[in-house]
């Protein structure tokens, strides 16, 4: 006999020592019907909570791709993380909708940014402004200019 066959030999012994010992603990006529209600209800609660949760981050993920592709005001906040942006506001849009210039509050002192639309809303431009940089003549962060 070799060693392999020993050692498969040994471990199939094993196996079929804990399969006995199994078979042998286990009655099914033992079984109540309370204790068997009670492993069903945590089967279905299981079930139930793990739906739930995949669920809910199939929301979120669809809610992330709708404001990247709809909502261009949360976009801005998406597409610039690292910005830790504050208020925006809107500056200016085109007729199209297409492109968007907001004024941004960051922690280093106010941004332009440009956003663009294809498919979906990107950052086309982002410039620091400086902390006291006036905009264009004639129009504010609330009205956009006038070309």
């Given amino acids: 006999m070799t060693n392999q ?16 010992r199994l078979k042998n603990t286990f009655h099914v006529h033992h079984l109540t ?3 068997f209600s009670h492993t069903v209800a945590w089967a279905v609660g299981v079930s139930v909570a793990i739906v739930i949760g995949v669920a809910g981050l199939g929301r979120a993920a669809h809610n992330f791709q709708a404001a990247l592709i709809n ?18 506001t809107l500056i200016k849009a085109n007729k199209e909708d297409t492109v968007r210039d907001y ?9 332009l940014v440009e956003l663009k639309k294809t498919d979906k809303w990107y950052v086309a431009l982002t410039e620091q402004l400086h902390e006291g940089a006036a905009l264009p003549e004639g129009s504010t962060a609330e009205t956009p200019p006038r070309h």
């Fill in 33 to 35: 019907s309370r204790k």
């Fill in 103 to 111: 004024l941004a509050e960051t922690p280093h002192g106010p941004m």
């Fill in 71 to 88: 909502k261009p005001d949360v976009a801005i906040y998406l597409l610039l993380p690292d910005e830790k942006l504050g208020k925006t």
């Fill in 5 to 20: 066959y020993k050692r498969t030999h040994w471990i199939e012994g094993r196996i079929y020592g804990i399969l006995e």
